[in-house]
């Protein structure tokens, strides 16, 4: 009988070779050193051999154990080969069917349908870190409770916005695995409400018409590069999202029709920018610069790359607008509060400028298009505000009547 040192010691030949333990247990050593048991037995009365596991991941105690259970399915009437190709079969199907499995099945159907960068990270890593506890449990075997008890992990550590977004995140791989025939319910659906509620944090932003004033002098005499200078000067005349700022390219932007026509980065639907004289101003001054690019405004390292997410708030705090008072989302902010509350402008005009999902009376989406012309002269007036508080006496206060 064979003991663990002598296995341990086995030494490679030329040839593959065996020897043996008892009842049909052997070791197979191969010329590349690796060692392997296998059980030879018979079946129907013809002699078979099935290889149980590589050594020395399976322990000679181990590998006895599972011989004895082979020996076992003989006496019963089984072939031991049939059953391990069964299970290896049945575990192959398992291993498919973890909520991991299906998890990064589900990330790389939606990377080829354009989910960006950013969001195929911040996916890989709901599913490989935030649940990495669920990644090996087969999907139908995931319970609500089972799922809270991952999501509660991460409250402890104090994630709660985290937990809600892997709790989301958890609801659309059970409804791809539901869809596939893989899972018969979606567990995430019965813990609405069982989450601790996050804190809502707004983006830091000026709504005070004084402070805007000084925020835009500060942002028109900035002296760094000239890509971000113009940026600075475009972020709050248009109020788009700071990405879709930073990525902007020149083929979506005609000057002469002053329209900037792109596909959002949230909503994944076509928007329309209409651009003030002052923003086709900056843009023509702009385009002998950076023409060569596709990016309005390309990174300083690479003309094939847009600028860097952080250029914008790091120019704000050049300025000396610290992380509480001003960020780059915050022009967002700033539009919506002065259009509605000062100029007095429609929130579904101001919603709909936003990007965001407005619906009309009936529950329709609207299209890019609708009140383009109102939206036009809304955004033409926002800049024209802008200047007056822009080229005001410091300590003048400048308000427009409030629109009927």
């Known amino acids: 009988m064979l003991t663990d040192t002598k296995v341990r010691t086995l030494k490679p030949k030329a040839a593959a070779y065996r020897i043996a333990d008892s009842n049909g247990l052997c070791i197979e050593v191969r010329p590349t050193g690796s060692k392997a048991w296998r059980y030879r037995y018979r079946y129907a009365g013809r002699a078979s051999i099935v290889t149980l596991d590589e050594y020395p991941s399976m322990s000679l105690q181990a590998a006895r154990v599972e011989r004895d259970r082979l020996r076992s399915l003989l006496r019963g009437g089984a072939n ?10 049945v575990q192959g199907e398992r291993a498919a069917n973890t909520f991991g499995a299906i998890g990064l099945e589900l990330l790389a159907k939606r ?17 490989e870190k ?24 991460l409250e402890q550590r104090g994630v709660v916005e985290t937990a809600h977004r892997a709790r989301a995140h958890a609801g659309r791989i059970f409804r791809y695995a539901i869809a596939t025939g893989r899972a018969d319910r979606n567990p995430a659906q019965d813990l ?30 900035y002296q760094g590069a000239l890509v971000t200078q113009a940026a ?3 972020a709050p005349m248009l109020f788009v999202r700071p990405g879709e700022l930073r990525q902007a ?25 209409p651009l003030s004289s002052q923003a086709v101003e900056v843009l023509r001054d702009l385009y002998p610069y950076t023409k060569r690019s596709e990016f309005v405004f390309p990174g300083v390292r690479s003309a094939l790359k847009p600028m860097s997410e952080n250029t914008l708030n790091a120019a704000l705090r050049n300025l000396g607008f610290d992380s509480d008072t001003m ?19 429609r929130p579904d005009y101001i919603e709909h400028q936003l990007a965001h999902a407005v619906k009309d009376p009936l529950g329709r989406a609207y299209n890019r298009a609708t009140h383009l012309p109102e939206r036009r002269k809304m955004m033409q007036a926002w800049s024209d505000y802008l200047d007056q508080l822009r080229v005001a006496e410091p300590n003048v206060l400048v308000l427009k009547a409030k629109r009927a």
């Open 80 to 89: 031991p080969a049939q059953v391990a190709r069964v299970e290896k079969a």
């Open 111 to 127: 990377t080829k349908e354009g989910l960006s960068p950013g969001s195929v990270v911040r996916e890989r890593r709901l599913i």
């Open 130 to 153: 935030d649940l990495a506890g669920l990644a090996d449990l087969p999907v139908r075997d995931i319970t609500a409770p089972v799922l809270l008890a991952a999501l509660r992990k």
């Open 192 to 221: 609405t409400g069982a989450l601790e509620q996050p804190q809502t944090k707004h983006f830091a932003s000026v709504t005070d018409p004084a402070v805007i004033a000084g925020l835009l002098r500060a942002l028109w005499g």
């Open 232 to 234: 600075l000067k475009l």
């Open 249 to 273: 390219k020149w083929a979506d932007i005609d000057l002469d029709a002053a329209e900037w026509r792109y596909v959002t980065s949230k909503t994944k639907t076509p928007h329309i920018v």
């Open 327 to 345: 960020v780059g989302h915050g022009f967002r902010a700033m539009a919506r509060t002065v259009l509605d509350e000062v100029l007095g402008y």
